[in-house]
């Protein structure tokens, strides 16, 4: 098992963020967390890594315990994470290529001029990109950058919090490929939060569907297409995914 | 019957240091009492488009048209006096998300009450009246308690429902919605849209409704401008979006991932330079 949670809460004042919520994710699955605002999907992610202070509950991944906020350097090398907003998540005054040398700087990691030339090439954008600074950038290209920065120290696990939804459709489509491309060429497992069904049944295999800070159901993604579920919540949020319906005229 | 809206041959052009951008070229349609999409990705002048009609384009701007007429009035003659008097009266506006398009310092209630004060001369206690009986008709449970709510204390599918309410309290004939549900989650989304739907209906108003989603729009509203690079590229009657033609359409219907399809990897849009031409 490569990530096991089990009764884990988070708790922001007295707000309750999550409520001991277990998840356990195999090694090489892409799984899915999905859910309205609030519901707690993104917080679940940020405990992972190490962003959202735990109040009780534990993490475990690739048989490591996790406590607190505190991560080890293998850690911090095997589960790397990529953010909903590209535009944010960029240092604005860097360049491409300042940006992918920093992990490998913190993580000791030699070979820097081959390693960024590969990574940009994996993520389909060529050196012409590697001097160039966020603003000369694309949302898709900048959203790029980022996979590549997740990519260059070579992770086992990827946290994706929302890659594609800052992103047009033709390039959500051009950016959920480079990830399905990238996890089978280095086998990788993803947790995938997403608020759009479509997405997180294209990309995973398996998915929780979380509410007000609790999984309200856990299932196979092809269950969820075929209608196989057992919440009512879950068949809500199918239905509003299908678009709007017209109630029949009065009269 | 006469068109409620005109726009001929419109274009909204930004100069800029590195040359004049052209946002909408030389864009055409007619709008009767009917709910007409605006779809398009980012870039594309679809919001320009609302803007424009709204006389709401920011300096430097610049608006052109052969013809831009609202229900007989002539738009590119406006001044800013029968600007003020049409905005919010005759026709109105609701935009993406209302943490930004509400005032964060004015309760709900006298957002809504300042706008009927505006265009009619009514007493205090009558716009109160009215303003509680359009929030209860967007249905919200509680209007007092809302109404003297301020919109940080309100959900975003609450402002969204105050916004509406604000802008449909004088009964306009014209609504631009420019991608009135993106910031809301979907289950709230469909019921935003359930009372839009209702209201435009009930009221008669023309609707144009801009948005990013091919599909929401197609189950939304009856006629379809599909826009790219500042041009129509297609028109589609709801019913035929099958039927779509144009590469760029059936591209932008591809690409979205779908509940139990299986397509990997997903098509991919092929930019076309001629598309743009």
Known sequence: MTIRIENLSVTFDDFQALKSVSVTVGKGESFGLVGESGSGKSTLLRAVAGLATVSAGTIEVNGEALSGSRRSRAFRRAV??????????????????RQLLEPLAIHGIGDGERRILKALDEVGLGSSFR???????????????????????????????????ALDASVQAEVLNLLEEVRGRHGLTYVMVSHDLGVVTHMC?????????EVVETL???????????????????VASKGFTRETEPG | MKPLLTVSNLSVTYPTRTGVVEAVRGLSFELGR??????????????QTGRAIMGLTPPPGIVRADALSFSGVDLLAATPSTWRDMRGSRMAMILQDPKFSLNPVMTIGRQITETLRQHETISKGEARRRALEMLKAVQIEDPERVFALYPHEVSGGMGQRAMIAMMLVCGPELLIADEPTSALDVTVQLEVLGILDR????????LIFISHDLRL???????????????????LATADLAGAKHPYTRGLLDCTPKIGESRHPLPVLERQKEWAA
């Not at chain 1, 295999?205 to 800070?213: D, E, Q, T, W």
């Not at chain 2, 209201?199 to 023309?206: A, I, P």
């Not at chain 2, 729009?217 to 590229?233: E, K, P, T």
Request: charge should be positive.
């Open chain 1, 220 to 238: 196979a993604a092809t269950d969820l297409a075929g209608g196989r579920m057992v919440s009512d919540y879950t068949r809500r949020l199918m």
């Open chain 1, 80 to 97: 790397q994470m990529v953010f909903q907003d590209p535009y944010a998540s960029l240092h604005p005054r860097q360049t491409v290529d």
């Open chain 2, 217 to 235: 729009v197609s189950s939304f509203c009856d006629r379809v401008l599909v826009m790219y690079a500042g041009r129509i590229v297609e028109e």
């Open chain 2, 199 to 206: 209201l435009v209906r009930d009221k008669g108003m023309g």
């Open chain 2, 34 to 47: 009917e709910r007409l999409g605006i779809v398009g990705e980012s870039g594309s002048g679809k919001s």
């Open chain 1, 205 to 213: 295999g398996r998915l929780a569907v979380m509410k007000s800070g």
């Open chain 1, 131 to 165: 001097f160039r600074y966020p603003h000369q950038l694309s949302g898709g290209q900048r959203q790029r950058v980022a996979i590549a920065r997740a990519l260059i120290v070579e992770p086992e696990i990827l946290l994706l919090d929302e890659p594609t939804s």
